[in-house]
């Protein structure tokens, strides 16, 4: 384990993390538990306040982890409202994911423990792992430092916990907005880990966005599902599906406004909107720090069929390796989209096609664009952030995906990440 | 253009190019017609004798190059018997896809001239293009080396029509079988090309196989659909579905042997077996050349609800380029075949699973296994072939696979093909 640290992606955002205002009702502490990674912290611990609402999004793989398990069993079994406030405790380092029911035990351990600490119900505590799949995880590798990062809970401790839930990730993510409602000042503050496995149903990746917004725990839930579509699920670094992935949103209700419950009023419409900025700011991010990235690719389908055959299209695109290393070569191989658009499965139609790279007409009619010269697609591609615009010229069928290049950096970090 | 070679694939057939015996009624010939190569032959034409049967499967890409569209019509259109011979034109250099209607007056009059030089009609000469996608193709690319080709058709020129196909095929893929049906003997020799692009719903491939056997061409239709399923549709290098797959088979009648036209019989049977022992052969050495391999992988599922499921599992996981970088990397990452039964879709059951390395035995019961140690399976992983099998412990469903692994070799082929 003594790797030099990856360099910080090319990818990543100029002006490094934002400056996350204060959620009033929520603390954060980090620590180094030595769970694997030396000299860096491993674990975060945040306390949310009494009253908040809480929801939650979770992979769909069928191997999840025990965290993940557990995560959405107390979801689910959570009341309205509540005299009691929430924890969320995240290791780095190894995911507790196929570790058997031991890891089970290891979920009920360190939930326990961190209830104990923060003076709350285990049912109350949240978890998540990240790292290694299938090694052991005894509970003690991180319940010896709770009790220290309780005495340490800091309003403004996001940077620090972003950083403690990192594994390959080659910088901290976060994202705020702020909105007015009803004519109380409301902030959304969120950060987020991940880099590889990267995928359509979820990521590797944890979220944790927290807001002084006041909004029901049914609409906040519903308002997180929705986003996520347009966010998280919306970006592939490399088509594999994380057995770990977690996002979750708490509201402590502390900005005033008066409570969210009716999807349809004009605060529920404004505060989705900077909901999804925030969430759709992170899931980027992820991208930009997809492993061994060193190009942004906006894939955006329209004229499709049908929503479901733009995604389709989209996604076939997105993570068709020869498509994104020729990318990375800087290539405008657009024989290559050609391609994904064939294998995708949706309705197509090669003469009624129409490609373009950024705002250059490349294909249309089933054919090369006469006036496209194969100079411009290749100045094109020289751009960090490129879009590739596929009309399949068929209905109204739209979706965008995002994903990165396929790199020599992409092996290096995954032929050798257990070594 | 002027790029050093790729080196030979260290997973190619020690023995080289077999020795194919010849197929009477059928001739070769190779040429260099200077398509997109210098130095290289890169055009075959194949004369196959009156009274053959022939028969073929072909991409299913919705963007599916104008010689397979010409090769669908003109199989479709073809009555049982004919007392007119078949040819076959294939150049390398220029895959003829997504090239529009221009492409199609291309096959056209590229069919029609090797059907002068062959003294058929144009309706029973099928040809093939590979390379580019999505290039200007004229016909006078190839026309003009056809009647030389014709001039120099030799029963000894397989060999050479095996290297006229190459594209980023690091060496020609060959395969036979010989057997005796009702005291004939019966021979089957076939080559093929292909190395990336290579995936799920056939490959970048073209492969063609010649026998001497009696067989109807209902029959034989009936055999190779079935036959490539278990090979070519079981191999992916890099899941990309090519536009240009094409997979076609010749019987020339000239054994002797009682016509096979009941699928059951024994004779039927037989030649199915070899037939399909061929296919496969050709299939595995697409992937001992995938764009970059260094390990062949075979993925092995069982016990999972239907076959169905099992497929999905096991084209998950040969997919997965976390698996793949994990073999590169020579790294039992066991975790990562977790993660990519999970993310398949497939019914499963953490605590069912059993997963083994060659014969080691890796995990069971959602846990891994207390007898493995970390080193048995580093030791495995240093062979150059592979095999990962998964238990589900559901059902009786099964399926193989066959990758390789994802090197910086598959990169650096990929990022810099047209440059």
């Not at 491993?42 to 929801?55: K, N, P, Q, R, Y």
């Not at 409602?181 to 590889?196: D, N, Q, T």
């Not at 068709?320 to 139609?349: C, F, I, Q, Y």
């Not at 290096?412 to 990440?417: G, K, L, Q, T, W």
Request: proline share 4%; hydrophobic share 45%.
């Amino acid at each position: 384990m003594a790797k030099a640290p990856l360099p910080v992606s090319p990818l990543a955002p100029k002006g490094g993390f934002p400056e996350l205002p204060r959620i009033d009702g929520v603390r954060f502490a980090s620590g180094a538990a030595g769970v694997r990674y030396q000299n860096r912290t491993d674990v975060m611990l945040v306390e949310i306040c009494a009253g908040a609402s809480v929801a939650g999004v979770f992979t769909r793989s069928s191997t999840r982890s025990a965290p993940v398990l557990d995560c959405e069993r107390k979801l689910a079994a959570l009341t309205e409202s509540s005299d009691q406030g929430f924890g969320i405790v995240v290791n780095s380092g190894n995911s507790n994911a196929f570790t058997g029911r031991a890891g089970d035990q290891t979920v009920e351990a360190v939930t326990a423990e961190a209830g104990r600490v923060l003076g709350i119900p285990a049912a109350h505590v949240f978890s998540a792992s990240t790292g290694v799949i299938g090694e052991p995880f005894a509970p003690e590798k991180i319940t010896h430092i709770l009790a220290e990062l309780a005495g340490k809970l800091d309003a403004d401790g996001a940077d620090g916990a972003a950083r403690a839930i990192m594994t390959t990730d080659t910088f901290p993510k976060g994202a705020t907005e702020t909105l007015t409602l009803s004519g109380h000042e409301v902030k959304i503050a969120g950060f987020a880990k991940g880099s590889g496995m990267i995928a359509p149903d979820m990521a590797t990746m944890l979220a944790y966005v927290f807001t002084d917004a006041a909004i029901s725990r049914a609409a906040l839930q519903s308002m997180l599902s929705q986003a996520t579509k347009r966010s998280f699920n919306a970006v592939t670094v490399d088509s594999d599906t994380s057995t770990s992935d977690s996002l979750m949103v708490a509201a402590t209700g502390k900005a005033g406004n008066p409570q969210i419950a009716d999807l349809d009023s004009t605060d529920a419409k404004a505060f989705y909107a900077a909901l999804e900025a925030v969430l759709k700011d992170l899931a980027l991010q992820l991208v930009r720090d997809g492993e061994g990235a060193t190009k942004l690719i906006e894939v955006q389908v329209t004229g499709a069929a049908n929503d479901a055959d733009a995604d389709r299209v989209a996604r076939a695109i997105a993570n068709s390796p020869l498509v994104k290393t020729a990318a990375a070569g800087e290539d405008p191989n657009w024989g290559r989209v050609v391609m994904a658009v064939g294998k995708s499965g949706a309705v197509a139609d090669r003469d009624r096609l129409t490609i373009k790279f950024g705002d250059i007409l490349v294909a249309e009619n089933g054919w090369v664009s006469p006036d496209y010269r194969e100079e411009q697609g290749a100045a094109y591609m020289k751009q960090q952030e490129l879009r590739i615009a596929v009309d399949m010229g068929l209905g109204m069928g739209a979706a965008t995906v995002w994903t990165c290049d396929l790199t020599h950096g992409y092996i290096s970090i995954n032929a050798d990440y257990r070594s």
